[in-house]
């Protein structure tokens, strides 16, 4: 089976949450929660735009957003991130940090195959092979 497109609907909606969860850290008014929501907002962009295009520089240096597992624990690490007090910060942290297990766990399941944005990766954009 092909679960290419509801892969992307899921890394499109993470990144969603991811800016959405970067723009609820302005809400403080403190200057490690901005900097904090700059990186979040950043994050979700590039996560998003990994779905239409694959910069030569990403594939080369978070060539861990190329697997499953790879892509799973960033999504876990953003999660914590982005989790707080309020619900407008634990919602989609919990959201993200779900989607970040279920990419850990896919890894282990051979049946299911990343789809084509993340195998092709490695061989049509410059990473290096070693």
């Known amino acids: 089976m092909d679960f290419s497109d509801a892969f992307r609907i899921v890394n499109l909606a993470i990144g969603v949450l991811m800016v959405l969860g970067g723009i609820a850290q302005f809400f403080h008014f403190q200057f490690k929660d901005i900097i904090l929501g700059v990186y979040l ?3 979700g962009l590039a996560t998003a735009l990994l779905e239409f295009q ?3 520089q990403i594939a080369k240096h978070a060539s861990f ?3 499953f597992i790879g892509r799973g624990i960033f999504y876990v690490f ?3 991130v982005v ?3 309020q619900w407008y910060k634990y919602v989609p942290g ?4 779900v989607a970040g297990i ?3 766990v896919l890894e282990y399941i051979p049946s299911i195959e990343p789809p084509a944005n993340m195998r092709d990766a490695d061989a ?4 290096e092979q070693v």
């Open 65 to 67: 957003m190329f697997s």
């Open 94 to 97: 919990t959201i993200v940090g």
């Open 124 to 127: 049509g954009w410059g990473a």
């Open 102 to 104: 279920a990419y850990v």
């Open 54 to 56: 694959i910069p030569p």
């Open 41 to 43: 907002i950043i994050f």
């Open 78 to 80: 953003i999660g914590s």
């Open 83 to 85: 989790v707080g007090d």
